[in-house]
Structure formats: structure tokens, C-alpha cells
């Protein structure tokens, strides 16, 4: 026992083994403790924010929560242990001198405030996400569109909110700043910041005229310029749209308002127009018997309406043009493609039943003999 005592006492760099010991098993036993903490505050949390939410689980609430939790219950364990321990730094602050070593104290007192509430941002915007997840499973549940594209607006709104807190919070109580002041100033500075962020303020704005003259909302397709896919997001800065071939576009509010925006989910139907050439060994009773059976075909089609038209349009360079109109009576793209396809082959049935061909482009090159 005395042996133990001694060991305690005995003092490496002006602090005792004593010390050091505490900090030590305060840092293991956080490392142990830290996941069960973490979950019991966590499902603490879940019986405030979501016990009565069915749609999202106490499981999903746990794996947005408890690594963050965790994470400020360790650096917690550290400020305590730290506390606890009652480190002495005479020795250094004598090597260093004062004026170093109280600028060294102060830089990392100031880091590890910034890592602590550093900490707490990131608890809220997972609290955040959780609650967007809720409010966008609720918004699938309705009929109205708007709903799925508000719910990612709203929850870009709260975090940006969230953000400015944060950053008033580390310039007030980590590096100082008198924040009433800077409020007051960024009034005089606001045209400045204004102009600098124009861009930015100009594809907010397109945000929220998006919002209100709703010409598209979430899941509707859109050629918008070049551009033609499914919007997915609508956000502060930005819409995506995930194009026919997979990619995920990204294109700043500004232009999807500027640029002439087709809304193909408001179309009642979805046009197709194309020409067929034929060979020109076709005759003309075989042209008219091609027209006739192919109007008639469009006609009946169960997912085309009356409005078709076709026509033996020219006499083209390689081939006797036939012009065919017809009108899908659905403006998803899934509905026109299978449409197109299936009327492609009955076409293609239909110039064969006819004893014709399609022309394909030809050249008659004439020798001379001497």
C-alpha cells in the first residue's frame, strides 16, 4: 500500500502519476461508455422528437444520432478529465515564457471550444434530417406534388438558419467579436455583400419564383435548354434533374427561369413525328394501301387518340417519303417509348404485308465509255 502511495506521488514533468491516472481512466472509460451514453441519449431524444412517429423508426433516429452524439460525450469526458486531473504547467510556462504560453493556453482553448460546439451543430442537423425524413414521408402520403418539393426547400432554409447560429456563436463566445456590432455594420456593408454574392442571391430568388409560379414541381419531366429528364430536387441554389440516361444534372435556379422551361408532364399527349422512306419500286396503289393501313392502325392504337396523320409527304432523293403524326395519350416518357416501339413494328409489318421496302440512301454513278 505505502509502495502504491509512493507511485502516485512520484511526479513526471511537475505532475503527479496520480494525474495522469485520472485523465487516463477518464479517457478509457469514456471510450467504453461512449456507445452506451450515446444510445441512451439518443432514444432520451427519440421519446421527445419521434415517439409518436411511426413512419420513421427509433432506428434510423439512432444511426443519424449516435455517432455525433457520441462524439461530443467524448470530448466532454476530455474536458472533464482534463479539469479533474488539475494538470500543472509551471515548468512549461516558465521555459516558454508567459506572453507564449498564454498564447498557446489561449489557441487551444479557443480550438477546442470550436470543436465543442462544432459538436452540437452537427446533434442539430442530424435533429433536422430526422425531422425532414418524417415530414417527407407524411408529404408521399398526399396527392399534391408541392408537398415533396417544399419539404428539402424548407429543411435547406433550417440548416442554413442553423449554420448562421453557429457562426454568431463561435464569433461571439470563441474569437470575441461583438456580434450586435457586426449585425449593425453588415447593414452598411450589405449592398457590398450584395454585390458580391449576386449570383447567389439571384438563383434564391429564382428559388422561391420556382415556389410560386410552381412551373414544375418534384417528379415532373422538364427539358429545360438542352437539358430533358425527371426533376428530383428543388434547392436554395440549385434543381436537380436526373436525366434519361441516369445523370444527375445540377442547374442553377436562375437559368432553369431565364431559359424557355417545357413542362412535358403538363402536356395531355406527347407528340411523334418522323418520316419512312420507301423505295421508289413501290407503286403508287401499293403507297396508298401503305397510307391507308397505317392511319388506320395509328387510329385503333389503345394509347394514341384521333389526331394522327399520315401522309405520302415528297419524292426524296433516295426514296418516297411517307410523313406519319401520331399523338401518345400519356406524357411519361416510359408510356411514349413503348408506344413508339410497338407502332414501329406494325409499320414495319405493314410495308412487308404490301410487298414494298424501305429505301436506304443510294448513289448511281454513270461511266462513260471513249
Known amino acids: 500500500m505505502g509502495q502504491l502511495r509512493f507511485f502516485l506521488k512520484t511526479e513526471y514533468l511537475e505532475n503527479s502519476a496520480q494525474t495522469y491516472l485520472i485523465f487516463v481512466t477518464a479517457i478509457i472509460l469514456g471510450l467504453i461508455f461512449k456507445g452506451l451514453i450515446s444510445r441512451y441519449l439518443s432514444h432520451s431524444l427519440y421519446k421527445v422528437i419521434g415517439k409518436k412517429e411511426k413512419r420513421v423508426g427509433v432506428e434510423k433516429f439512432d444511426s443519424l444520432l449516435t455517432r455525433p452524439i457520441a462524439f461530443f460525450i467524448m470530448l466532454s469526458i476530455l ?51 430526422y425531422v425532414g425524413l418524417i415530414l417527407l414521408k407524411r408529404s408521399e402520403e398526399t396527392e399534391n406534388k408541392m408537398d ?30 461583438n456580434v450586435t456590432a457586426l449585425v449593425t455594420g453588415l447593414g452598411i456593408g450589405g449592398l457590398a455583400l450584395a454585390m458580391a454574392s449576386k449570383e447567389s442571391l439571384e438563383n434564391l430568388l429564382g428559388s422561391f419564383t420556382i415556389f410560386l409560379d410552381k412551373p414544375f414541381t418534384v417528379g415532373d419531366n422538364v427539358t429545360a435548354g438542352t437539358i430533358t429528364g425527371t426533376v428530383e430536387k428543388v434547392g436554395f441554389r440549385s434543381t436537380q434533374i436526373r436525366t434519361f440516361d441516369k445523370s444527375l444534372v445540377t ?28 423505295n421508289y419500286e413501290t407503286t403508287a396503289e401499293q403507297i396508298k394501301n401503305i397510307v391507308s393501313d397505317i392511319q388506320t392502325m395509328v387510329d385503333d392504337h389503345p394509347k394514341t387518340n384521333d389526331e394522327g396523320k399520315v401522309r405520302f409527304q415528297e419524292f426524296g432523293s433516295s426514296s418516297l417519303d411517307i410523313l406519319v403524326i401520331y399523338f401518345v395519350d400519356s406524357p411519361t416518357w416510359n408510356d411514349l417509348i413503348d408506344v413508339r416501339e410497338d407502332i414501329n413494328y406494325k409499320i414495319m409489318e405493314i410495308v412487308k404485308k404490301h410487298n414494298s421496302d424501305f429505301a436506304f440512301p443510294s448513289t448511281t454513278v454513270y461511266l462513260q465509255k471513249n
Not at 516558454?96 to 489561449?106: A, D, F, I, R
Not at 426547400?153 to 433550417?158: D, K, P, T
Not at 442554413?160 to 457562426?167: A, D, E, P, Q, S
Open 79 to 129: 474536458y472533464f478529465g482534463f479539469h479533474a486531473a488539475e494538470f500543472n504547467f509551471e515548468e512549461l510556462k516558465s521555459t516558454l515564457g508567459e506572453g507564449l504560453y498564454n498564447g498557446l493556453e489561449m489557441i487551444v482553448s479557443k480550438v477546442f471550444s470550436l470543436v465543442f460546439i462544432y459538436s452540437i451543430f452537427r446533434i442539430l442537423l442530424r435533429i433536422v434530417d
Open 148 to 177: 415533396d418539393q417544399l419539404v428539402p426547400f424548407a429543411m435547406e432554409i433550417i440548416k442554413f438558419i442553423v449554420y448562421i447560429f453557429t457562426i454568431f456563436i463561435i464569433l461571439g463566445n470563441v474569437l470575441g467579436v
Open 251 to 278: 442547374v442553377p435556379n436562375k437559368k432553369m427561369i431565364d431559359a424557355e422551361l417545357d413542362n412535358l408532364g403538363m402536356r395531355p399527349v406527347r407528340r411523334v413525328k418522323f418520316d419512312i422512306g420507301l
